[in-house]
């Protein structure tokens, strides 16, 4: 037999990295793995696992019941034991000599933990308050990675994780390896089967996002994802005071605000006097509004003379916010075209003597500019297109909420106040200082509320004729598309939890409540029975497999010989002229003239083929350094080696 050492460059140890993507699927009370339905065998309904689970030790598949294979180990003095077996247990139930047994196959599964708005299963002594054990034992991780993503906070002004209603998810790693890839987890939401909300961390920072369906929610935080613990977190958004907000469609829907306005018959009529909001780039003034839109050019409002650099405008400009100020165009670096809401203001402000105007987007300051040109009275004010002389119209498509103008300019603080930690804020959830800061004086020239019915908060109730379409002390908006029909309540977008449809079932075993994330995955709890709605989780994992690759050579000119009993010709071996095998209780010898068998063939009949040397290689032995056989490589079809060939067998080993 002959043997070859492997050299230092035939033997490679590389790790192997992959990304298993796994799905669960759950409906009425069961967890599907990868679609994968019961599995029946002979002896058992289930061969390895019940459905939605992954056996552990795959010991006992199909096994007979009377024959299933068990860990077990005896009491002594050790005191070894099982985990499952409790001090006081082992101790009081078990004699030393008896033996504790444990159970196979173990299986994982996904487990979700729902807690209702207020739910608490811990009390802390200590700080006298109650909370919640998954949620302190994750305290220390959520805080840590709040340094990268502000989302990650147990308590905020958005939300507690020790009180709010939510549901937490354990993955098991044996589903994901090393950790959960980032920007794979997605969650759907699903009620008669059809699609209603969508989840996915798109930025790949461990923020859920609502993706679907596309209302005002969608961009909102619906929950987290720790990604190396294998743990999802869902929570419903922060509900908005204000659920309703203008939608145009980009091709012919804006609003009108002009002063002696047409109605949709084209004849003058005394429309709304806008004469308030004649705002001149020379004076100090605050425009802000929350917007929505995935379109790159759109215009959110105009005020001015067609044909004119005067007045002022907001746009969204190659996905960019831009404010412009008699005829000074300002554009901002963050883009504002991505599905998300965003707060957008614009502050035009006295700068020691020089009129200047400064954007800002999501609260924080983007640029600054020169005011310069004038305002002309009696002009045009269009919300969602630009002026109609204009080749381009520029219809905004999207959403636009909570447009309030000033006839002062802000702070920086003022700007962050009106962001609202984010969300399309209701300037009548500010505290009474604030509300006298910002409605209860004459400074708020209009406050578009755009289907929020409240009313002026200044001063007691005051008679709002409508607060839809309504700047302060005027009448209402009118709302035009190209054929000239008004707009209708249509435009105002309702809202539902975040989800497509305004669905109830029993999602907590009692009075139906509304369909929201904190919903998700209902019914995996034991007694939850939910007919209508059904949830998927979807991720990829992260494994690292360290791989050996070993090259083992078969030279020109070698292993052409072999000691199987087949290599030799039969004839030869039996024939009395060349001797007989001599054999004895010692040794068994084969005849030193025995003829090696020609297993060269010839494709033409009756003519035979020259002796070659040759064999066929099945298999391949690797020793380890004092010659025992370790392992075997086998060849699916053996391989012919002539003298003149030379192979190398590349073999991989998972470590």
């Known amino acids: ?75 002594q003095g050790s005191l070894t034991s099982f985990k499952t077996v409790s001090d006081t247990s082992f101790n009081t139930s078990f004699n030393y000599g008896d033996t504790l047994n444990g159970s196979y196959p173990l299986t994982a599964s996904i487990a979700r933990k729902y807690y209702t708005d207020g739910e608490t299963d811990l009390y802390i002594a200590s700080t006298a308050t109650n909370t919640r054990k998954r949620v302190e034992a994750l305290r220390n991780t959520i805080e840590h990675y709040s340094t990268w993503n502000p989302d990650f906070q147990v308590s905020s002004s958005i939300r507690d994780l020790t009180s709010a209603e939510m549901s937490v998810f354990e993955i098991p790693s044996i589903f994901y390896g ?15 089967g059809a699609l209603v909300g969508t989840a996915k961390d798109v930025y790949r920072n461990g923020s859920l996002i609502q993706t679907y369906p596309d209302n005002m929610y969608s961009g909102s935080n619906v929950g987290l994802v720790l990604y190396n613990e294998g743990l999802i977190l869902t929570y419903n958004q922060k509900e908005f005071v204000n659920n309703k907000a203008l939608k145009l ?14 109605d949709n018959t084209q004849s003058t009529v005394n429309g709304p006097d806008n004469s308030r909001l004649d705002l001149d780039p020379q004076q100090n003034f605050t425009i802000s509004a929350w917007i929505k839109t995935s379109r790159a050019n759109g215009t959110i409002l105009r005020k001015g003379s067609p044909g004119e650099d005067d007045g002022y405008g907001l746009y969204v400009a190659s996905s960019k916010f831009t404010a412009v100020i008699g005829g000074i165009s300002l554009a901002t670096t963050t883009n504002v075209a991505d599905g998300a809401w965003h707060h957008v203001a614009v502050v035009n402000y006295n700068d020691d003597g020089v009129q200047k105007f400064q954007t800002y987007v999501d609260g924080a300051a983007e640029g600054t500019a020169v005011a310069s040109g004038k305002l002309k009275g009696n002009t045009y004010f269009y919300i969602g297109k630009r002026l109609s002389t204009f080749v381009s119209q520029e219809y905004y498509d999207g959403y636009i909420d909570e447009l309030s103008i000033w006839d002062r300019d802000m702070s920086v603080l003022e700007i962050t106040d009106l962001y609202n930690d984010g969300d399309p804020n209701d300037l009548n959830t500010y505290s009474d200082t604030l509300k006298e800061k910002y409605i209860g004086t004459d400074h708020l020239l209009a406050w578009y509320r755009f289907g929020d019915h409240l009313g002026w908060q200044s001063n007691g109730p005051r008679n709002v004729f409508s607060a839809d379409l309504q700047a302060k002390g005027q009448a209402p908006l009118q709302g035009y598309n190209v054929d000239s029909t008004n707009l209708t309540t249509a435009n105002f977008s309702s809202l539902y939890s975040g989800l497509g449809i305004p669905h109830k079932e029993a999602y907590t075993g009692g009075t139906a409540l509304s369909a929201s994330w904190a919903h998700f995955g209902a019914s995996m709890k034991s007694g939850i029975t ?3 709605s059904s949830f998927e989780i979807g991720f990829k994992g992260t494994t690292f497999t360290p791989v050996m690759t070993m090259f083992a050579h078969a030279p020109q000119g070698a292993l052409n010989y072999s000691s199987n009993p087949t290599f030799v010709d039969k004839d030869s071996r039996i024939s009395a002229s060349l001797g007989t095998p001599h054999t004895s209780s010692a040794l068994y010898e084969e005849p030193e003239n025995v003829l090696i068998k020609n297993t060269a063939t010839s494709s033409y009949s009756g003519y035979e083929e020259k002796m070659k040397r040759q064999t066929f290689i099945s298999k391949v032995g690797i020793y380890d350094e004092n010659k025992n056989l370790i392992a075997i490589a086998k060849l699916a079809t053996p391989i012919r080696k002539e003298e003149k060939d030379e192979y190398v067998f590349k073999l991989k080993l998972d470590l």
């Open 1 to 75: 037999m002959s043997l070859y050492k492997f050299l230092p460059n035939d033997v490679l140890v590389n790790q192997l990295k992959l990304h298993p993507e796994v799905k669960f699927f759950i409906y009425n009370g069961s967890v599907y793995y990868n679609n994968r339905s019961a599995v029946s065998g002979t002896h058992t309904d289930s061969v390895t696992a019940p459905v939605g689970n992954l056996s552990l030790y795959e010991l006992n598949i199909d096994r007979h019941a009377d024959n299933k294979i068990y860990p077990f180990v005896t009491k």
């Open 178 to 192: 090393s950790s959960l890839e980032k920007g794979s987890v997605e969650l759907n939401f699903y009620v008669t």
């Open 249 to 262: 469609n980009g091709s012919d829907e804006f609003l009108d605000l002009y002063f002696g306005t047409k």
């Open 530 to 532: 939910t007919i209508s």
